[in-house]
């Protein structure tokens, strides 16, 4: 057994987004229909969100469903919203009571009805918290979030409520799902794909991204730990070179 390596807690990151990847592929190698797979993605959902706590991470930012998702069998598309509904039904009250916000990203309006109203409720009762904030993009496209940022801004600068000059990267972000969260420093893929899908384009501009073989499934608390002491062997220089960020060594 491989032993867990000790982080240091002082760099710890304060986002960190996950693409959730492999529950078909982690069912069928086991001879189970895809929906398995997702059902036993939730475990690792909620262990996550655990060790996130337990590590002072403040925000989670979890690829749940996105715009291209619709394309897949609707048993499977209607097997997840089904297992969306009964997971928050199943945990809202743990979250609640453990400091967890819920937020979400996406066109959370374009679900059915039943997940639609599971969110709002959800989010409700726990907008107060702030021990976590879990969000969960769901029925999500970054490029379909950067379209309407740009039409935001667009009507911004001609009702004049902006000029062109101050139309700055911060003035962009602000108009963004994501305009109270700050950016990940953390990407972490599950299942060996290797690509972001769609996923936090604009926000993912100096995130440090992980590309796991395991599946989500699979990925739980040791994979998290060890995927924290992988970023953190890491050095960011967000464009400078390493004199700049340790000037020192």
Known sequence: MTATPQLDLQN????????????G????????????????????VKEIIKTARELGIAYLTMY??????????SDEVEGLMNLLVEAISNEVDEMHQKGVRLLTIGDIQGLPGNCYQSLLAATERTKNNRELTL?????????QEIIQATLKAHELLQSGSISTPELTESQFS????????????????????????????????????????????????NEFINAIANYQKRERRFGMVSEQIQPNE
Not at 13 to 21: L, N, Y
């Open 25 to 44: 592929r982690w069912a069928k190698n086991k001879g189970q229909q895809r929906l398995f797979g997702h059902a036993a993605g939730v475990e690792s």
């Open 12 to 23: 710890i990151p304060k986002h960190v987004a996950f693409i959730m990847d492999g529950n």
């Open 64 to 73: 749940a469903f996105s715009t291209e998702n619709w394309a897949r069998p």
């Open 174 to 221: 602000s108009l963004l799902n994501t305009k109270d969260i700050p950016d990940p420093e953390l990407l972490i893929r599950t299942s060996g794909e290797c690509r972001i899908s769609n996923f936090l384009l604009w926000q993912l501009s100096y995130t440090e991204l992980l590309f796991t073989d395991t599946h989500w499934p699979d990925f739980r608390r």
């Open 135 to 143: 969000v969960l993009a769901l029925n999500y496209s970054a490029r």
